[in-house]
């Protein structure tokens, strides 16, 4: 049994319930055991542009908790898994540290902190998830979609390949669905700047939704809850904006694993998605 | 056209101070950041290198009145390009810092800081939510985490943007 603390954020307690559930129930088949942080507060990364110190210290905060249990951090949101690591590393600076200290936080042990998608692919691994597979997802056409700070930037990461990542098309593909090959895999989703000027966000989120509708695309997968507030929620203002029709599904990645894994759609949350996923289980 | 005599030569030694602002005076403009930058393909009103070059040369108003400064995205796509080794997005990030210290700052930045000054979450746990957390067997998490209000507090933010 591999025991991780879990780091929820903002969005996904709230906004993204169905990728918790789907997140919980796959790391039951996997044999992990999630700590929860009942304290977790946000990461910090809202603020950052406000002031650099005062989110790294909300996510030094929360790296302090989970030191504090012992136990290496699991996050679910790109941007979390950015902010809390450069916290991490953020603590090694004296001057930081004291002012840390000084607010009554600790950090007793040396702790890491990963996205669930590195955890599987680092401390799983492909070959033993591939041998898990139940009901190869055979017939799905799927496009995976990374985000920015999955993998960047890498001073922080240093994992995967920035400029030609690989990692979540390697889970998405034990799978059994056919993953899409193509060259816009990095393609910002826009969501950092959906506050400052929407419009400009829509037209982000356009990019990779029109570049799914060219290759076909049964659906996205997504790692991270910003992304899929872009691409899901608000797929219906890109189609209105652009004056097109795309209604592509929009999974989480453990949503797609845990079918893979002989989950039910119940099981994986997949009747919260908002974009229904009726064509996708009636190919299965 | 830029004229020189409304230069402030202290502005760039003022952003390297900001964490994050250290790599500034390392930039020779070969502009592979905007190259790289998702923001400037879809929208040329936002230029990474235009930025710099325009803080290197001190054109402190002209810089942080822009409200082109926000739009960058933050993703980091210019970091991995540049030839200097420059943290570009936290370059730009701190001259963000420096601009809100001068009091220009965007409203909806000042909404997320409320939020989380008020529930330590940008999305408060309604009653509503922690029944759908409990309809779906999810754990319980507090509803509310006054640490958060702790940090900022401490941090004088709140005095900052409210100028």
Not at chain 1, 231 to 254: A, G, H
Request: proline share 4%; aromatic share 8%; glycine share 6%.
């Amino acid at each position: 049994m591999k025991r991780y603390a879990l780091f929820l954020g903002c969005t996904v307690p709230v906004r993204a319930q169905h990728y918790e559930l789907a997140t919980r129930n796959v790391a039951k088949i996997l044999g992990i055991e999630f700590v929860d942080l009942k304290d977790g507060s946000c990461c910090g990364f809202p603020v950052k542009a406000l002031d650099t110190e005062t989110s790294l210290m909300l996510a030094a905060r929360n790296v302090g908790l989970a030191s504090k249990l012992g136990l290496d951090i699991v996050t679910l949101c790109n941007s979390c898994t950015a902010m809390l690591s450069d916290a991490q590393h953020k603590l090694k600076d004296n001057e930081f540290h004291r002012k840390f200290s000084e607010l009554g936080f600790s950090y007793p042990v040396e702790i890491k902190v990963r996205h669930l998608v590195r955890v599987l692919y680092e401390d799983i691994g492909i070959e033993k998830l591939k041998g898990m597979i139940k009901k190869p997802l055979k017939n799905l056409r799927i496009l995976a979609h990374y985000g920015c700070h999955y993998l960047r930037p890498s001073y922080l990461h240093a994992f995967d390949d920035v400029e030609n990542p690989h990692t979540l098309d390697e889970l998405v593909g034990i799978t059994g669905v056919m993953v899409i090959n193509y060259s816009e895999k990095k393609l910002c989703c826009g969501g950092s700047v959906l506050g400052i000027d929407e419009e400009l966000a829509i037209k982000m989120a356009n990019q990779k939704l029109s570049v799914a509708k060219t290759h076909n695309t049964d659906a996205i997968i997504s790692i991270c809850p910003f992304c899929t507030v872009m691409y899901e929620d608000n797929q219906r203002k890109v189609e209105m904006k652009f004056n097109t029709s795309y209604n592509i599904p929009v999974l989480y990645y453990p949503q797609l694993l845990g079918l893979g894994l002989g989950l039910s759609p119940d099981e994986c949350g997949l009747k919260f998605n908002r974009i229904k996923v009726d064509n996708i289980l009636s190919k299965l | 056209m830029i004229d020189l005599r409304d230069a402030d030569i202290n502005f760039k030694w003022e952003i390297i101070k900001q964490e994050g602002g250290e790599g500034l005076l390392k930039c020779f403009g070969c502009s592979d950041c905007a190259a790289s930058c998702p923001v400037r393909y879809l929208d040329e009103r936002y230029n990474p290198r235009k930025i710099i070059r325009l803080t290197l040369l001190g054109l402190k108003k002209e810089v942080l009145s822009s409200p082109f400064l926000w739009l960058c995205a933050h993703c980091h796509a210019c970091t991995e390009r540049c030839p200097q080794g420059i943290k570009v997005a936290e370059v730009i990030n701190a001259i963000k810092n420096y601009a809100v210290k001068q009091g220009y700052c965007p409203e909806g930045l000042k909404v997320q800081l409320n939020l989380l000054n008020n529930a330590g979450r940008l999305y408060e746990l309604e009653d509503f939510d922690l029944k759908k957390r409990q309809r779906m067997g999810l754990p319980e998490i507090n509803k509310k985490i006054p640490d958060v209000s702790k940090i900022i507090s401490s941090s004088k933010i709140m005095e900052r943007i409210q100028k």
